[in-house]
C-alpha cells in the first residue's frame, strides 16, 4: 500500500477506535503498566524538562511522567488523532496535571524546532509508521544535545498470544488478511537487529534494550471479544461483518485456544514488549 494511503487508512483507524480505547484505558494500563515504569524511569525526567510522548493514545506514559516535570517543567502529549488527543485531554484533566500541552501531530513531521524537548516517550508506536526511520531521525532533531529517547515495541507474534490468539483464528477462517511482508505492523520490531538498524540509521546511540513481560487478564472469552471490539480495529470490523455462524465460530475455537492460559476466574494472557533508550 501507498504510504500516504496507509497513513489515511490507519488514521480513520484511530479516529473509529478511540473512544473504545478510552472505555479500556484503565483495565489496559494495568496491562501495559510495567512498560509505562521502564520507559519513565529510563528517561528519568528532570524538573524543569520538557518531555514529548509520540503517539501517546490516551496519554499515560507521559501522564506518568509529567508530575516529575513539576510547574517549571512541561510535557507535550501528542497523537496523529485528533480523537486520541481529546481522549488525552480527558484524562490529564482527570488527573489534574497542570503542565499538559496537546498537541495533533505526526511522529514523521513534528511541528516543533530543533532542540526543543529534553526527552521523548513513545508506548507502541514506532512500528505502526510507514516510515519509522523519519520519525526516529525527526524525534533526534527535536531532542536538545545530551537528550534522551525511550521507547516500546511488541516482541514476536508467538510471544504475544493475548493478541496473536485472535488474529491467528481469523487468518485461519479466511476473514482476515494475511500481513503483507515488509508493512508496518505490531512485530516489524520484534527482531532486535531490525530495531538496532533503525536507531542506528536515525544517528542514535542505544544505551538498553530490555524485555518487560506483561499479563493481560480475561474473565473468559467473551470478555477477550468485548475487549477486542474496543480495542483493535481490525478484530471490530471482521466481527461486525461476520455472520452468527463465523462468530460462533469464533468464539468456539477461541475457547478451545484459551486452554492453556485458564486461571482461577478466567484467563491470563501473555506478552513481552522490547523497551530501548537511546541517547
Ligand atoms: C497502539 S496505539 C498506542 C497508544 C499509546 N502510546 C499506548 O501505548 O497506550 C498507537 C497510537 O499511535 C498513533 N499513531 C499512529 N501513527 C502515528 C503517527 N504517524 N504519528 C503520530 N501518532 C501516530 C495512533 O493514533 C495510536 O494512538
Known amino acids: 500500500m501507498d504510504p500516504q494511503e496507509y497513513k489515511l487508512t490507519t488514521l480513520e483507524n484511530w479516529q473509529r477506535m478511540a473512544s473504545g480505547w478510552e472505555q479500556h484505558r484503565e483495565d489496559r494500563e494495568k496491562f501495559v503498566g510495567p512498560v509505562s515504569e521502564w520507559l519513565v524511569r529510563a528517561l528519568a525526567p528532570k524538573p524543569g524538562d520538557t518531555v ?5 493514545g490516551p496519554g499515560d506514559v507521559g501522564f506518568t511522567a509529567a508530575p516529575l516535570l513539576g510547574p517549571e517543567g512541561h510535557l507535550i502529549s501528542s497523537d496523529f488523532s485528533p480523537e486520541m488527543v481529546e481522549v488525552a485531554r480527558r484524562r490529564a484533566a482527570e488527573l489534574g496535571l497542570r503542565n499538559v500541552e496537546h498537541r495533533v501531530l505526526d511522529a514523521e513531521d513534528i511541528p516543533l524546532a530543533d532542540d526543543a524537548v529534553d526527552g521523548v516517550l513513545c508506548r507502541f508506536g514506532f512500528m505502526l509508521m510507514p516510515d519509522p526511520v523519519r520519525a526516529l531521525a525527526e524525534t533526534r532533531r527535536v531532542l536538545r544535545p545530551g537528550g534522551r529517547l525511550a521507547l516500546a515495541v511488541w516482541s514476536t ?13 481469523l487468518l485461519e477462517f479466511g476473514l482476515a488478511p494475511p500481513p503483507e511482508p515488509g ?10 537487529q531490525r530495531l538496532r538498524g533503525v536507531f542506528e540509521d536515525a544517528g542514535f546511540t542505544l544505551e538498553r534494550i530490555e524485555e518487560v513481560p506483561v499479563l493481560q487478564r480475561y474473565d473468559d472469552v467473551d470478555d477477550y471479544i468485548r ?7 481490525m478484530f471490530s470490523r471482521v466481527w461486525s461483518d461476520a455472520s452468527a455462524a463465523e462468530r460462533e465460530a469464533i468464539a468456539t475455537r477461541l475457547a478451545e485456544d484459551f486452554v492453556p492460559y485458564a486461571v482461577a476466574g478466567g484467563y491470563a494472557l501473555p506478552g513481552v514488549a522490547v523497551c530501548a533508550s537511546a541517547a
Not at 52 to 56: I, K, N, P
Not at 157 to 166: Q, S
Not at 183 to 192: I, K, L, N
Open 183 to 192: 508493512a508496518p505492523g505490531m512485530f516489524v520490531f520484534a527482531d532486535e
Open 157 to 169: 507474534a508467538e510471544r504475544n498470544p493475548w493478541v496473536t490468539v485472535a488474529g491467528r483464528i
Open 52 to 56: 514529548l510522548e509520540l503517539a501517546a
Open 227 to 233: 475487549v477486542s471490539n474496543l480495542t483493535s480495529g
